[in-house]
């Protein structure tokens, strides 16, 4: 059975603010390193909302909001108990959470030899 979708996510307020989010984060996922492809792009309540809600909350602000890419967004998607996956940390394969590359041999964390003395 399909899942039903939230009444908030249907309302004129929801398309404005969905809106808004993509258009500042250049419609483009905002975890740093990530090249997923943007076909589908999620604006995503970064402090989750109170469910079955279709009236504004203060979580529903500009501020509260960031663009996620599907395999982002489904990464740290809320369970039936409410709590996000990988406990809400998002990071692309192979990356801290920063974004910076987990591989020693990766330019970005090779260290320079200790200068002579
Ligand atoms: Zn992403």
Same mark, same amino acid.
């Given at each position: 059975?399909?899942?039903?979708?939230?009444?908030?996510?249907?309302?004129?307020?929801?398309?404005?603010?969905?809106?808004?989010?993509?258009?500042?984060?250049?419609?483009?996922?905002?975890?740093?390193?990530?090249?997923?492809?943007?076909?589908?792009?999620?604006?995503?309540?970064?402090?989750?909302?109170?469910?079955?809600?279709?009236?504004?909350?203060?979580?529903?602000?500009?501020? %509260?909001?960031?663009?996620?890419?599907?395999?982002?967004?489904?990464?740290?998607?809320?369970?039936?108990?409410?709590?996000?996956? %990988?406990?809400?940390?998002?990071?692309?394969?192979?990356?801290?959470?920063?974004?910076?590359?987990?591989?020693? %041999?990766?330019?970005?964390?090779?260290?320079?030899?200790?200068?002579?003395?």
């Amino acid at each position: 059975m399909a899942k039903q979708r939230e009444p908030f996510y249907v309302t004129p307020l929801w398309r404005t603010l969905r809106q808004q989010c993509l258009t500042r984060d250049g419609y483009r996922c905002t975890v740093p390193g990530c090249r997923t492809p943007t076909q589908e792009l999620t604006a995503d309540h970064i402090q989750r909302r109170p469910r079955d809600i279709s009236t504004p909350t203060a979580f529903d602000v500009l501020a %509260n909001l960031r663009t996620l890419c599907g395999p982002h967004d489904r990464s740290v998607k809320e369970t039936s108990t409410g709590r996000r996956r %990988n406990d809400g940390r998002l990071a692309v394969a192979g990356c801290d959470a920063s974004g910076r590359p987990l591989d020693p %041999n990766h330019p970005w964390n090779r260290r320079r030899a200790p200068a002579a003395s």
